[in-house]
């Protein structure tokens, strides 16, 4: 089971762009709107961010340093 | 399914342009579909049809000798592409690439669509809006590039908002940085990647790992 992008469905007009761009099948459409759906292979490319319009995708990237 | 009257009413070139003008219009529109990845134009290439995305998204990017791209623009439904190549009788400035899974394109060459616009003001006067909004948003990218150092204010952000394992992770998107550096998402994006071969992070699928911070503070300046 990977991480997945955060889908806001409240800021989602349904155009389904990040469908199609998709390179993992986590994200189909269900009727009108996109839902997420767990894959084991997300590779985080983050073209679902990129093409979403109404910023309702976002692939929020955890930022650690690891210590000399 | 074939291109229509109110396919090509929406696109910006068209927007509105009576009916019985573009019927004219539409039997000189060519289609074509390209799966996920492929190159629509190449860089360079002497493509002289102006370009309309009819579903999917395509990338607009140029490449450099060193194979480092630069996205310039992500293209959606409605919108055009190619058109620098179509009005200045040169070769394409930027590649094309198909990103969404099927997607359509509409092509109309220029040959075709010159008489048209030479004899619709509306046509006309719509080109130089969308030619007027492209100049701005390349003018834009070229300041981003020029005159900010976008790559030491990406890695301010990040030491300032990295934090170890027992504090919990801080999270931020890439469009969440290029805010706050004051930039677009594309360069937040490309600055990364420059991070990462100074050997100061390491991208990992979803995590930045700062493996070097003493570097990172270098190439933020702050000492």
């Known amino acids: 089971m990977s991480t997945l992008p955060v889908l806001d469905p409240t800021k989602c007009d349904g155009c389904g762009l990040c469908v199609t761009v998709c390179r993992c099948g986590a994200l189909v459409m269900t009727g009108a709107t996109v839902t997420l759906v767990q894959v084991d292979d997300c590779g985080w490319c983050c073209d679902c961010e990129l093409v979403c319009e109404t910023g309702a995708l976002q692939c929020p990237f955890e930022i650690i340093t690891i210590e000399d | 399914m074939s291109i229509t009257i109110e396919n090509i009413s929406i696109l910006g070139y068209f927007k509105g342009v009576g009916a019985d003008r573009l019927s004219s219009l539409l039997p000189l529109f060519g289609q074509r579909s390209f799966s996920k990845g492929q190159t ?13 995305v009819g579903a999917g998204v395509v990338k607009i990017f140029k490449t450099s000798a060193e194979g480092k791209e630069q996205i310039i623009k992500i293209t959606r439904p409605g919108e055009s592409f190619n058109d620098i190549a179509v009005f200045s009788n040169g070769p394409s400035p930027y590649s094309a690439q198909a ?3 099927t997607t359509v394109v509409y092509l109309i060459h220029k040959n ?12 006309a006067q719509n080109a130089l809006h969308v030619l007027a909004d492209q100049s701005r948003l390349l003018l834009n990218l070229i300041e981003d590039l020029s ?6 204010r990406v890695a301010k952000i990040l030491l300032e908002n990295s934090l ?9 998107t890439q469009y969440e940085m290029a805010a706050m550096a004051g930039t677009a998402r594309e360069v937040v994006g490309r600055s990364l990647k420059s991070l990462e071969d100074t050997g100061a992070v390491r991208l990992e699928r979803h995590q930045i790992v700062i493996v070097n911070k ?3 503070n270098q ?3 702050l000492n």
């Open chain 2, 40 to 52: 629509i134009i190449s860089e360079g290439e002497s493509e002289q049809s102006l370009y309309f």
């Open chain 2, 99 to 101: 990103l969404g899974t």
């Open chain 2, 112 to 123: 075709d669509l010159m008489p048209f616009m030479e004899k619709d003001w509306k046509a």
């Open chain 2, 147 to 152: 005159f900010k150092n976008v790559m030491a």
């Open chain 2, 164 to 172: 170890h394992g027992a504090e919990g992770f801080q999270k931020l």
């Open chain 2, 214 to 216: 003493d570097l990172l």
């Open chain 2, 219 to 221: 190439l933020a300046g």
